[in-house]
């Protein structure tokens, strides 16, 4: 009796734990009896027949996640590495099929996944790709819907996450949008220096016309400064032609002194010697009484001109009288 007591307290401790098991919350347990299926425990305490009755098998009901990297080529030729995430879960009712129609339910999405991939990016160029992720994930998900749910799965979400050409088409990729981004700040950097260019005309002309005008008005006043030396020179007998020629020889002393006090001039004056003043001025006088005499001499030839034309009427008529009184 001694021995006996601990064995069936074992005994009833296995039988306990061997009648009842826990299922966890958003969790499924299958329960099979001589290796047949019986029956489908969800979450909380449950019982079984000891050593008739055992738990086959758990199944998740959370949403799981499956990432699969399909490798194919766009209609371009080139190849790109796909990364497409698949959210799906256990139908809550369809425990049974989830559990004994597929061994590796995984492996069954990642060949749809393949297979969908694979027959939809060879249709797109590889810019079309990138683009139209969202296409390719919704062909995908319902690619899978179709297929998974018969076997107890949900596909809840495909996403796209990663599109991922080779490393030389990326490097073509960046050299290409590098040149497009250089292309236009080119046309911005030609624009700016187009209206610089513009602007600094009209300030030039601008400029030109403003210097024209004061150049103007400095000849202007010279003009009149020259007009009153002129009358006050006349004023004290002398004669506009030498007045001309003073105001002149003057001009010509004030440039010399001027370019005497610059340290920078470029202005050469030639010829220049210490005799050049008064050289030019006797020049000058001389070709004013020149002139002076020229235009007396012109004045006489026409009046004498004049005086013969004048007189040659006269004398044809006198010829013509005399005719007459013959006949």
Request: aromatic content about 6%; proline content about 2%.
């Amino acid at each position: 009796m001694v021995f006996l007591t601990p064995f069936l307290i074992l005994l009833f401790v296995l039988l306990l734990f061997g009648t009842f098991f826990i299922v966890k919350q958003q969790s499924a347990a299958i329960v099979e009896r001589f290796g047949k299926y019986t029956g489908t425990r969800q979450s909380g305490l449950q019982l079984k027949i000891p050593i008739i009755d055992r738990v086959a098998g758990r199944l998740s009901l959370r949403i799981q996640q499956l990432d699969v990297v399909v490798e194919t080529k766009t209609k371009d030729d080139v190849f790109v590495k796909v990364k497409v995430s698949v959210q799906y879960k256990v139908i809550k009712d369809k425990v049974y099929d989830a559990f004994y129609k597929l061994d590796f339910p995984q492996d069954q999405i990642t060949s749809y996944v393949f297979d969908v991939v694979r027959a939809e990016v060879p249709k797109m160029i590889l810019d079309d790709v990138f683009e139209k992720k969202d296409d390719i994930a919704i062909a995908v998900k319902g690619e899978l819907n179709d297929a998974m749910v018969n076997y107890g799965f949900d596909i809840i979400k495909t996403l796209v996450t990663d599109i991922d050409p080779d490393a030389q088409v990326k490097d073509s990729m960046n050299r290409i949008n590098a040149s497009e981004r250089e292309k236009v700040a080119a046309q911005f950097e030609g624009d700016a220096q187009r209206i610089l260019i513009v602007e600094r005309a009209k300030a030039e002309a601008e400029s030109k016309r403003l210097q024209g005008q004061g150049i103007a008005d400095q000849r202007r006043e010279i003009a009149r400064g020259l007009e009153d030396s002129v009358k006050v020179l006349n004023g004290v007998d002398i004669n506009s032609q030498e007045a001309s020629a003073l105001i002149v020889v003057t001009q010509h002393y004030d440039t010399l002194q001027s370019v005497g006090s610059a340290s920078n001039s470029n202005l050469i004056l030639m010829p220049n010697s210490p005799q050049a003043g008064s050289e030019m001025l006797n020049n000058m006088v001389a070709s004013f009484t020149a002139s002076n005499q020229i235009g007396e001499e012109m004045k006489k030839a026409k009046k004498q001109k004049e005086s013969q034309g004048g007189k040659s009427p006269s004398k044809s008529g006198e010829l013509d009288k005399e005719g007459a009184q013959a006949n």
